[in-house]
C-alpha cells in the first residue's frame, strides 16, 4: 500500500505531462496551448519535488534535530523554486506574444497564424 | 590582478549580467552615455573572454567553485570527496566556444550600435542583447547540469523576446512565440532528464554524474531527453523548423549571434554525447556516431535544397545555417562512431572531429558575416526580398566585398576559412566512408552556386533608379563587419596554429573523457 502511495506523485507528473503535450499538440487556440505548456511545467516541477520526498522526513534544517531522523532533499527543492522562477518568466512573456498577435492578426487560432510558411 | 584573474570564469558572465542590468539606469541619462555604456560593456565582456580562452590554452582547463574560499579546489575537506557547490569547468572545447561566443558578441555590439539607431527601445534591447551573451556564455562554462539549463533558459528567453522586438505586423512575434514555444518544451525535457538522473546518482555535477553512471533504463531515456532538446535548438534536420522563421525575422544582429546561441547547444549535445556518456556507449558508439552522421547528412542535403529556390535573402541564409550545421555533426559523428578503434581513431578520427569542431568556429564568423551584409542591405533599401534587388554594387562597394567573402568562405573556396575546416572534413569522412565525402562536397557546390546566384542578385546589374539615394552603411558597422572578415580570412590563410593550438586540444578534451572527470575528482 505504502509503494503505491508514493509512487502516486510519479503517476500524476507522467499524467500532466501527457495532457500538457496533447493540449499543445491538439488544440488550435494560442492561449490553450500555452495552459498545456503550464500544466507541462508543474508536472516537472512535481516530479523534482517527489524525488527529493522521504518517507516520515523533515524540514532539511539542522537544528533542533534528533539523531538518525530523515530529511527530504533540499537540493531538489532548490532546482523547484529556481524552475518555478523560469516558468513564469517564460509564461507571461509568452501570454505577453499572444497578446500581440490578437492585436495584429485579430485571432488566437493557429490555423489562421501562418505569415511565416515557406 | 593576480586576483582578478582568478576570479575570471565568474566575470565571464557577470560581466555581461552588470552591463544588462545598469544599462536601463545609464540609458535614462541619455543617447551618448548608453552608447558608451553599450561599447564598454561589449569592450570588456570580449577581453574577459579572449583572455580566459587564452589561459585555458595556455596552462590547461580551468575550475571555478563559486562561493568556496578557495576557487580552485572542486571538493571542499569536509564534503566527503564529492563537490557541493555550482563549479564552472571550461577546457579547450568550452573555451573554443568562448572565443567564438566573445568575437561574434564584439562585433554584432559594434554593428548594432548603428544598424539599430533608428529604433526606439534601445535600453532594453541591449539588455536583452547582452543577457543572451551571458546566456551563451555559462553554457559553454558551466559544469553542472541544472545550470547548463538555466543557462539554456536564460539564451532561450532573452533570444525568443529580441527575435519578436522588432513586431514587424506581427510576422516577428509568430516567429518569436514558436522559437520561445520550442525552447520551452525542449528545455522542461531536459530538466526531466536532470531530475531523473539526480533521483538515481545524487548529484548534478556532469563529471560527478558521469563517473557514477550506470546506464540503466532510466539514463537511457535521460539521454533521449537531454539529445534531441539540444539537437532541436542546434537546428539540426528534422527539427529545423523554427530556424528559417527565427533567423530571417530577427533584427540581423540578433541573427548572427542566435547562430552562436545554436552553436552552443550544439557543444551542450557533443559535452553529453562525449562527456557524460562517452564510456557507456561503448558497445554502441558506431550506432550513436551514425545518428550523429544522419542527422548531419540530412541537415547538410535538406538545408542547401530549401535554401535554393528562396526568396528572401535572410530566409535563404538561415537554411544554409541548416546545411552548415550538417558538416559539423558530419564530422564529429564520424569521430564519435571510431571512437572504439584506437587505429582508426588517430588515422582520421581525430581529424574529423578537428574538420567539425573548426567548422563551428568559421561557421560563426562567416555567417556571422553574411547576416550582417543582408542586414547592411536591408538597413538601406527596406528590403530583402531577392526580386526587388540589384545594382547594389555601384552603391555599397564595402558590404559587397564584405557578402564575396563570406559567401567564398561558406561554399569552402580556398583561400577562406570554410576551405580549411571542410578539407580536413572531406579527406578525413573520405576514409571512413566515400559516400558521405561525396555528399558533403557535392552540397558544396548547391552552397556555391545558391551564394552565386544571390550575389548577382544584389550587387551585379546596372544600377537602379529606385536605389540612387542608396549609400554605404556607417563606420560602425563596417567595423562590425570587419572584424568578422579578418578572422575569416586570417584563419583561412593560417589555419595550422589555430587547429595545432585551439582546435586539436579541443577534439583531445572531448575524446579523453577521464580527463574531465579527474579535473573535478583528482586521480585517474
Known amino acids: 500500500m505504502t509503494a503505491f502511495l508514493l509512487s502516486l506523485p510519479f503517476v500524476a507528473v507522467l499524467a500532466l505531462i501527457f495532457i500538457g503535450l496533447g493540449a499543445m499538440l491538439f488544440k488550435r487556440n494560442l492561449i490553450k496551448i500555452l495552459m498545456g505548456l503550464s500544466l507541462f511545467e508543474s508536472a516537472v516541477n512535481l516530479l523534482l519535488v517527489a524525488i527529493g520526498y522521504r518517507q516520515d522526513g523533515v524540514a532539511p534544517i539542522f537544528t533542533h534535530v534528533p539523531p538518525h531522523t530523515h530529511m527530504v532533499l533540499p537540493t531538489v527543492q532548490a532546482l523547484t523554486l529556481t524552475a518555478i522562477v523560469i516558468g513564469v518568466a517564460t509564461l507571461a512573456m509568452m501570454l505577453s506574444f499572444a497578446m500581440i498577435i490578437y492585436r495584429k492578426y485579430g485571432t488566437v487560432d493557429i490555423r489562421n497564424i501562418r505569415k511565416l510558411n515557406g | ?524
Open chain 2, 1 to 524: 590582478m593576480a586576483t582578478l584573474l582568478q576570479h575570471l570564469p565568474a566575470l565571464l558572465v557577470a560581466v555581461p549580467l552588470f552591463a544588462a542590468f545598469t544599462l536601463p539606469l545609464v540609458g535614462r541619462t541619455g543617447a551618448p552615455a548608453r552608447t558608451a555604456w553599450v561599447f564598454l560593456g561589449a569592450l570588456l565582456t570580449a577581453a574577459t573572454g579572449l583572455l580566459l580562452a587564452w589561459q585555458v590554452f595556455a596552462h590547461g582547463p580551468l575550475l571555478y567553485v563559486f562561493g568556496a574560499a578557495a576557487p580552485h579546489v572542486p571538493t571542499p575537506m569536509d564534503s566527503g570527496g564529492i563537490p557541493i557547490r555550482i563549479i564552472f569547468q571550461i577546457d579547450a572545447l568550452g573555451a573554443l566556444m568562448v572565443v567564438i561566443a566573445s568575437l561574434s558578441s564584439l562585433a554584432i555590439i559594434l554593428y548594432s550600435l548603428a544598424s539599430d539607431s533608428r529604433h526606439s527601445g534601445k535600453d532594453s534591447f541591449y539588455s536583452l542583447l547582452f543577457l543572451l551573451v551571458a546566456g551563451v556564455l555559462g553554457m559553454v562554462s558551466t559544469g553542472d547540469l541544472f545550470n547548463f539549463f538555466v543557462f539554456l533558459e536564460i539564451s532561450s528567453l532573452s533570444g525568443a523576446a529580441l527575435v519578436a522586438y522588432r513586431v514587424d505586423k506581427g510576422q516577428a512575434v509568430e516567429a518569436g512565440l514558436k522559437y520561445a514555444l520550442l525552447s520551452t518544451v525542449g528545455a522542461l525535457a531536459f530538466l526531466v532528464a536532470v531530475g531523473l538522473l539526480f533521483a538515481q546518482y545524487n548529484a548534478l555535477n556532469i563529471a560527478v554524474v558521469a563517473s557514477r553512471l550506470q546506464f540503466t533504463p532510466l539514463d537511457q531515456i535521460a539521454l533521449v531527453l537531454l539529445a534531441i532538446p539540444l539537437a532541436m535548438k542546434c537546428g539540426a534536420v528534422p527539427m529545423h523548423f523554427w530556424t528559417p522563421d527565427a533567423y530571417s525575422t530577427a533584427p540581423s544582429s540578433i541573427t548572427a549571434f542566435l547562430v552562436v546561441s545554436s552553436q552552443a547547444s550544439l557543444y551542450g549535445l557533443f559535452r553529453i554525447l562525449f562527456s557524460l556518456y562517452g564510456h557507456l556507449l561503448e558497445f554502441s558508439w558506431l550506432t550513436f556516431g551514425w545518428f550523429l552522421i544522419i542527422l548531419g547528412v540530412l541537415s547538410m542535403f535538406i538545408g542547401v535544397t530549401m535554401a535554393i529556390p528562396q526568396k528572401d535573402v535572410k530566409r535563404l541564409m538561415a537554411y544554409h545555417a541548416v546545411s552548415q550545421t550538417g558538416y559539423m555533426l558530419l564530422g564529429v559523428g564520424v569521430g564519435l562512431a571510431v571512437l572504439g578503434n584506437a587505429e582508426a581513431l588517430t588515422a582520421y578520427g581525430r581529424t574529423a572531429m578537428a574538420g567539425g569542431l573548426f567548422h563551428i568556429l568559421n561557421h560563426a564568423m562567416y555567417k556571422g558575416l553574411l547576416f550582417l551584409t543582408a542586414g547592411a542591405i536591408f538597413f538601406r533599401t527596406g528590403t530583402r526580398n531577392l526580386n526587388k534587388l540589384g545594382g547594389l554594387g555601384h552603391h555599397m562597394p564595402w558590404t559587397m566585398v564584405f557578402f564575396m567573402i563570406g559567401a567564398l568562405a561558406i561554399a569552402g573556396i580556398p583561400p577562406f576559412n570554410g576551405f580549411a575546416s571542410k578539407f580536413l572534413i572531406y579527406e578525413s569522412v573520405f576514409r571512413f566512408s566515400p559516400f558521405l565525402s561525396i555528399i558533403a562536397m557535392l552540397v558544396s557546390i548547391l552552397t556555391l552556386a545558391s551564394f552565386v546566384k544571390v550575389f548577382h542578385a544584389m550587387f551585379m546589374g546596372a544600377a537602379r533608379t529606385e536605389f540612387a539615394q542608396v549609400r554605404e552603411v556607417p563606420i560602425p558597422m563596417i567595423a562590425g563587419m570587419a572584424i568578422l572578415a579578418a578572422v575569416v580570412i586570417v584563419t583561412g590563410l593560417m589555419p595550422r596554429p589555430f587547429i595545432d593550438h585551439m582546435i586539436l586540444p579541443a577534439v583531445n578534451a572531448l575524446v579523453d573523457r577521464a580527463d574531465y572527470i579527474a579535473a573535478i575528482l583528482g586521480g585517474h
